[in-house]
């Protein structure tokens, strides 16, 4: 998402873009094969190291209705703080009244590090949701979208489904020959693509229970796993009753974990050379590009509703923990 995510997709219809497929075609990589890996855990971020994460500061480059904050102003303000049990919160300001128009306090933040490959498990006790918001939790490259950018949950309002995309350099799509290999529903565009005015990217999108927004945070959230590799991208998602028991051992073994929701597969995207350098992130955004078109009334409207602090009572991230495993 963040960084820019689609200009038009409305929360829940399928994304529209001409496909361009992968030059060059390689024999297609079943994503057990993948998984068939033993992972040592490398990172381990939880409570206060995510106080520790870079805030950024800067204008929305999805053009959303937000003043992020820096750490300073978000830890002063009491939107960025770690609870007694030790859930992080970052939070979207649910007390301002504003004018129609103004920018809401909202936090984004990247971990200190980034990555290039490995096993990555967030466990989230609850995301944001309601009107106007747009969160995300995604990992990008610096340079964009030469360096790729990996959505792994990404809704706008009150939406029950998630959207997982990729967004790329030219030269990346996603893999027909590779939706038997997940659960979701292919949903937008096979390009990959993105700049130049056409930002929606190539998605897959899990409709199932419990995966995005209140449905998610009413049986305490759950896991969001992601593995990158040679072979491809694959992301899973756990309720908090489903989790398996090696990802709580801290010993995961992506092999056992049946289909993920999406696999973006080698077969038509050269990996390394399309995502490079990651850092995690998160963030909520206010209408803008994609919350803006999708909300009834359009973006004007949902500027206006930006001023209603009721409207963002669950506006915020609880986090238990991100682990991330290297092969």
């Not at 950024?56 to 007694?84: C, I, W």
């Not at 092999?255 to 850092?279: N, T």
Request: charged share 15%; hydrophobic share 35%.
């Amino acid at each position: 998402m963040p960084s820019f995510s689609s200009l038009v997709l409305l929360a829940l219809l399928p994304l529209v873009a001409r496909a361009a497929p992968y030059s060059t075609v390689r024999r297609h990589q079943n994503v057990s094969l993948e998984t068939r890996t033993t992972y040592t855990l490398k990172d381990h971020y939880t409570g206060k190291d995510f106080l520790d994460w870079d805030f950024f500061s800067a204008s929305d480059p999805t053009h959303g209705n937000v003043n992020f904050l820096t750490k300073s102003e978000a830890t002063s303000k009491g939107l960025a703080y770690v609870q007694a049990d030790g859930t992080t919160i970052l939070a979207t300001d649910s007390t301002t009244k504003l004018k129609a128009g103004d920018n809401r306090d909202s936090i984004r933040i990247s971990s200190p590090k980034s990555y290039n490959s490995g096993l990555f498990i967030a466990d989230i006790w609850a995301m944001p949701h309601g009107p106007t918001v747009w969160p995300a939790y995604w990992t990008v490259g610096p340079n964009w979208p030469n360096d790729g950018e990996i959505d792994i949950i990404e809704g706008v309002g009150d939406s029950t489904s998630n959207q997982m995309t990729l967004h790329t350099s030219s030269g990346c799509s996603l893999a027909t020959s590779a939706v038997s290999d997940f659960t979701g529903k292919h949903t937008s565009t096979t390009n990959c693509a993105s700049g130049a005015g056409n930002n929606n990217g190539c998605g897959v999108t899990d409709f199932a229970p419990n995966v995005y927004g209140h449905e998610f945070n009413v049986v305490a959230g759950g896991v969001y796993a992601h593995v990158v590799a040679d072979s491809g991208i694959s992301i899973w998602h756990f309720s908090r009753d489903a989790i398996p028991a090696d990802i709580t051992e801290q010993k995961p073994n992506p092999a056992g974990w049946g289909k993920p929701a999406a696999f973006f597969s080698s077969a038509a995207c050269d990996i390394s050379q399309h995502f490079k350098d990651h850092v995690l992130t998160f963030d909520t955004t206010l209408c803008g590009d994609w919350a803006g078109a999708a909300f009834p009334g359009g973006p004007s409207a949902c500027a206006a509703a930006v001023a209603d602090p009721s409207n963002f009572a669950v506006a915020k991230w609880q986090l238990n923990y991100v682990s991330v495993y290297e092969s």
